[in-house]
């Protein structure tokens, strides 16, 4: 059986992503130590703390750096539980979540029309620009482009780190483009959008 796991693993990765730098085999192991946040494989049960199955490794790797280095994202329960990883650890941990299925999220249908309209034309009148631009209509992101994975997403931890960025709390994105993105983004859209994106797959 763990024969036939880590040929699964090791097939599934080469066809994934050959440039990837990390080894999901390997990350399988040191993943261990992100389950008891982020469930099993990667799917967080915990609303407020993210799933990691499926998104991809470049943007996840990131991630991991950025909290370890403490300046533009931060968190006091990542912090000790990275703060021994190698760079090669991380590399292993992100390609291995990065082969791990979703299992999918669900969306209020009460805030569902808002939260399409948001995330697929924006709000022209105050200025936010469309979701779908960058995360793509299924919310699967771009990931040579470093753009996240949305689709599945727990609302609440959607809405939290958008929050995040409009105050200023979050600042490791590219070019300040979400923080430009969400700066107008009001509560009620912030969470619809939250919803709609946790519905996509």
Not at 10 to 16: G, K, P
Not at 91 to 106: E, L, N, P
Not at 174 to 200: C, F, H, K, Q, W
Request: charged residues 20%; aromatic residues 6%.
């Amino acid at each position: 059986m763990k024969q036939c796991l880590t040929t699964v693993l090791l097939c599934t990765a080469v066809s994934f992503n050959a440039l990837a730098a990390g080894d999901p085999v390997a990350g399988a192991a040191k993943a261990a130590l992100c389950t008891s946040c982020h469930g099993p494989a990667g799917n967080s049960v915990n609303p407020d703390w993210p799933k990691l199955a499926s998104q991809h490794a470049k943007y996840t790797a990131k991630q991991i750096r950025d909290f370890k280095a403490g300046v533009t994202r931060s968190d006091a329960l990542m912090a000790p539980m990275i703060a021994a990883l190698s760079d090669q650890d991380i590399d292993d941990i992100a390609a291995y979540y990065a082969v791990q299925s979703s299992t999918g999220g669900f969306a209020s249908e009460e805030m569902h029309a808002l939260g399409e309209r948001i995330y697929r034309g924006g709000n022209k009148e105050s200025g936010v620009p469309a979701c779908i631009a960058c995360h793509g209509p299924r919310g699967l992101g771009n990931g040579p482009a470093g753009f996240p994975r949305l689709a599945g997403q727990h609302a609440t931890y959607t809405v939290k780190q958008l929050e995040a960025w409009r105050t200023g709390n979050r600042t490791n994105d590219s070019n300040d483009m979400m923080a430009d993105a969400v700066r107008y983004l009001t509560p009620t859209e912030a969470r619809a959008v939250g919803e709609y994106i946790a519905g996509l797959h």
